[in-house]
């Protein structure tokens, strides 16, 4: 599709993750994209950092609205992440969006030093797939119904930020790749479902942040402490930027940084 088409529309676009890394750089690129009178939510659990890119995005974009959703995505129901939703569309109606695009990027590595027979608390792995899987499946349900307009034909996207890890074992990694496949296949059945709704699994690549760091500093396999230089985040971040607008993936489909 012409690329021009995809962006410069009134949407309501959620970023999870937002307050640093891959999601901060995202969520700037987004709000340089999207059209005039467009709501940009953020989430994240990090007020301060979420409240600076906050004025950064309204200095930068002060015809895009950007609300700000403190929620601590391991330890929340559904009656808050409705909460949140709602405020952000409050003195809005869901049919004047041209667009609806949600990215589910929040996420965390897990305990890099255990190997499989180290995970021994039932307690630690529910709290790991409440932040990495549960709430995604939550947010993204409570997200779609809000535009399922009979009357307006509305652009509809979702985005998982995936992982190689979600394809391939790596490990120390044992939650990670559990959690990140779960997020692919919970996705891939979503495009199947619903096939108005333009589903991608994005996978970034080895990007230069502060769970990289993490993982280099806990992971005891050399396969992983051998990797070289990460990608930074404006470069994955652009890729998929691209990638949304020339819009030809396969819904549901599995998309590398480094795919042709």
């Excluded at 569309?89 to 990027?105: D, I, K, P």
């Excluded at 993982?215 to 971040?237: N, R, V, Y």
């Amino acid at each position: 599709m012409d690329e021009s088409c995809y962006w410069n529309k009134k949407t309501f676009a959620i970023v999870t993750g937002a307050s640093r890394g891959i999601g901060r750089t995202l969520a700037e690129k987004i709000s340089q994209q999207i059209g005039p009178d467009s709501v940009l939510l953020l989430i994240s659990r990090d007020e301060k950092d979420l409240d600076s890119l906050q004025k950064a995005i309204e200095t930068d974009r002060p015809s895009v609205r950007v609300h700000v959703g403190v929620t601590d995505l391991s330890n929340c129901d559904e009656s808050a992440l409705n909460g949140v939703v709602s405020s952000a569309l409050a003195g809005e109606s869901a049919e004047s969006f041209a667009h609806a695009l949600c990215v589910h990027n929040a996420g965390s590595l897990g305990d890099a030093t255990k190997r499989c027979t180290d995970l021994l608390s039932v307690n630690s792995c529910v709290q790991y797939f409440q932040l990495n899987l549960a709430s995604v499946v939550v947010l993204n349900a409570i997200f779609l119904r809000r535009f399922t307009s009979p009357v307006v034909q509305q652009r509809k996207t979702v985005v998982n930020m995936s992982s190689l890890c979600g394809v391939e074992p790596f490990s120390s990694l044992s939650l990670y790749c559990t959690g990140k496949a779960g997020r692919d296949m919970f996705f891939k059945v979503l495009a199947k479902e619903e096939p108005d709704v333009r589903v991608l699994n994005y996978a970034p690549g080895p990007v230069e942040t502060n769970m990289r760091v993490q993982l280099l500093h806990q992971s005891w396999t050399e396969e992983i402490k051998s990797g070289g230089l990460g990608l930074t985040t404006e470069m994955t971040c652009d890729r998929l930027m691209a990638i949304l607008a020339r819009d030809s993936y396969a819904s549901g489909a599995h998309v590398d940084y480094y795919d042709p």
